[in-house]
């Protein structure tokens, strides 16, 4: 009896158990983040990395703060001041997140998994090979240096992409001043080697011009007099102007302080060899090649897309292009679970016209086959979250309303009566999607796209599955609680130009050149730094190379 009682009293107590016991907290998502680059650090900043189980893999454990590599190469700011410990960043943060120093080999979207190698050599079992799958993934891998096939570049230039890059650029500048004292040298051959070319006129190239034409006159003319006036510096530029994404009065500016400076400018060239002691240019407009004697080359004429993003795209059928497609909320649209940012990828603006007949069913509330002013009005707040070529359009155009687009120039009195078919509906749209704008490869895009996608990764549980949708406007769904596509907002941008002088494109069509721009340059830049402890690094390097000027040992 009391081992029968005893049995029940077990069971029943086990069963209470089982009743009282919570449910089991449902197995939180797997998020795989790819990289740590600006706009992989902005997404896990952003993040909160209690809704999820969150994983990081990057070859490199630290964030570059790449606008100051460019002053890296020339001992103007030291390495360390411009990298911030990827480990640091999360434990200062509170975040719980995983962290692996590896390279991700492959993307599996099939699988949901990421094939990785250890960066930091294998383990005992000789295999430092690993696999994580995800239930979303966000690819932020970056760029890769694009040197369009061009042979010889690969062996014989440098490159300014990495903190490494930079180190080993200011350690070959200090290398050809040296190989170029010593005696018995002539002439001819100090002239090369003292020949600094940097092929590519963007902000990258042109930033390190101006670095190494400072570091020339500034610091190394006083401890090489001897061969200052075999130096020089020539950027090669295949388009007719250096700074083109630049507002052309920045370019004007630009151009002309380089030629007060003496750094030549070969313009309408395009580089088609390098061998290791000359480069073989050919001019655009006569096909005349000539070959430029040089003593270290820097090539920054391009970004291009990484082996692994290559093979990623040929899987999921994006085999043509140059950078991973994803849709206005930044998600790879093949694949469910796979989002894309940064430099590796590209925003496809979806056209106006692809979608201009159910636009106007939607809108044409009364099925009249017409819409009135009203009826426009009513949807144009959706048109424009969807479709900002809309606006940008009309900006272009001058045009005050919706109804100048629609009929074009109609008098106020005409507009509230105004009535259009499907037909003339298109044809007033018909121009927009010319304004379609593709968002550059900056760390300013990078991280806006970081922190939109954490965003939305923080409110998903208050939305649909995923966090975009299509809005009302466009087809099914209940799109009120979805997310507003990723818009870029442009704040402007810097082209320091040496000699203590700037240019900076401000919002708002306003452009800034001379000494007053450098000093806001400096207060933008340290104001950008990631953590107090780089800010105070990288204004004390500053201030040190204005009382010291900078080191020239290696
Ligand atoms: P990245 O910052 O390049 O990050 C990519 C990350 O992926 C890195 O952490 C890398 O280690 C990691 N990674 C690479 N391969 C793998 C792999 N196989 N597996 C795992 N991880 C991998 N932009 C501006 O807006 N203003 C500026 O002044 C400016 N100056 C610049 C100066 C220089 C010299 C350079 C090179 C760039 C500059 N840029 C500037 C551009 C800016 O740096 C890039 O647009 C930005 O870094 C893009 O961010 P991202 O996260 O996409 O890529
Ligand atoms: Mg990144
Ligand atoms: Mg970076
Ligand atoms: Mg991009
Ligand atoms: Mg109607």
Redesign the pocket.
Known sequence: LTAASGGGIVAYADSSRAEEAPEPPPRKKKVVV????????SFLKNLDSSRYEVKV????NY??F??L??SVTCGTVEARSVVEPIRRMFEKKGKDVAYYE????KIDPTKKAVH?RSAVGTNLDGNGDFMLDYDYLVV????AVNTFNTPGVMEHCHF??EVED?QKIRKSVIDCFERASIPNISEEEKRKILHFVIIGGG??GV??AAELHDFLVEDLVKLYPAIEQFVKITIIQSGEHILNTFDQRIAVFAESKFQRDGIELSTGFRVIKVSDDSITVKCKSSGVETLVPYGMAIW?AGIGT?P?ITDFMNQVGQGKRRALATNEWLRVPECDSVYA????SSISQRKIMEDISTIFKVADKDNSGTLTLKEINDVLEDICIRYPQVELYMKSMHMVDIADLIKGGLGDSHKESMVVNIEEFKKAMCHVDSQVKTVP??????AQQ?YYLADCFNKKDHCTEHPEGPLRLTGSGEGHHNFRPFRYKHLG??APLGGEQAAAELPGDWVSMGHSTQWLWYSVYASKQVSWRTRVLVVSDWTRRFIFGRDSSR
């Open positions: 790819l990289g740590t680059g600006w706009a992989g650090t893999i990057s070859p490199r964030f570059a790449t606008p590599l460019p590896a390279e991700c080999l990785c932020a891998l970056g760029a300014l992409k930079a902000p990258t930033e390190f920054s990484r692994v940012i940064g430099d590796c490869a900056t760390a300013q895009v990078a970081g941008q810097f």
